[in-house]
T-cell receptor
């Protein structure tokens, strides 16, 4: 079946540090992959996405590359800011799935200290 | 104004009470979803609806029911609330195209506590 595994948090970094949040997946077919972000007290919002192998999604300085050979979609940012403190969710949607449901990772809380 | 709104934002209730959570959207999307979020478990799908006449159970529908009153409104009911239904509940929407690609738009959430 389909599943998403992401690194446990919290991840605590200093401002301007390099960020990596690992995400690996198991899926049948050809999934689309997503990172959503949840800022404190808010709902989730789409951060970036990739719909096929080797695609790179990017937004707000964050990047993630769809790696089919390693079944991974790791989130990276070169220099984090305090405002990046949030919970980050990796998710997949298997193309061709008639239900079009998103399969979610457990979320990784990111804390950035000034 | 927010595109996806949820009411109430916070609710404390007692075991056995009936609770309704409401969701409205102004995005014009045909698809709507209810999720619950528990610490360390990510999001779990309760129910989803692809249009007004279509209701589907999700991963954890037991103890919940839904009503799609209109394209823009999707409510979640707990017929007899129990403490393990204490969670953060999110409504989300997508349109047919974005549903295929997986992009969903979320409301701000309702924090429900069942004592």
């Amino acid at each position: 079946g389909n599943s998403v595994t992401q690194m446990e948090g919290p991840v605590t970094l200093s401002e301007e540090a390099f960020l990596t949040i690992n995400c690996t997946y198991t899926a049948t077919g050809y999934p689309s992959l997503f990172w959503y972000v949840q800022y404190p007290g808010e709902g989730l919002q789409l951060l970036l996405k990739a719909t096929k192998a080797d695609d790179k999604g990017s937004n707000k300085g964050f990047e993630a590359t769809y790696r089919k050979e390693t079944t991974s979609f790791h989130l990276e940012k070169g220099s984090v800011q305090v405002s990046d403190s949030a919970v980050y969710f990796c998710a997949l949607s298997a193309r061709g799935d008639s239900n079009y449901q998103l399969i979610w990772g457990a979320g990784t809380k990111l804390i950035i200290k000034p | 104004d927010a595109d996806v709104t949820q009411t109430p934002r916070n609710r404390i209730t007692k075991t056995g009470k009936r609770i309704m959570l409401e969701c409205s959207q102004t995005k014009g999307h045909d698809r709507m979803y209810w999720y619950r979020q528990d610490p360390g478990l990510g999001l779990r799908l309760i129910y989803y609806s692809f249009d007004v006449k279509d209701i589907n159970k999700g991963e954890i529908s037991d103890g919940y029911s839904v009503s799609r009153q209109a394209q823009a409104k999707f409510s979640l009911s707990l017929e007899s609330a129990i403490p393990n239904q204490t969670a953060l509940y999110f409504c989300a929407t997508s349109d047919s195209h974005h549903g295929l690609l997986g992009e969903q738009f979320f409301g701000p959430g309702t924090r429900l506590t069942v004592l």
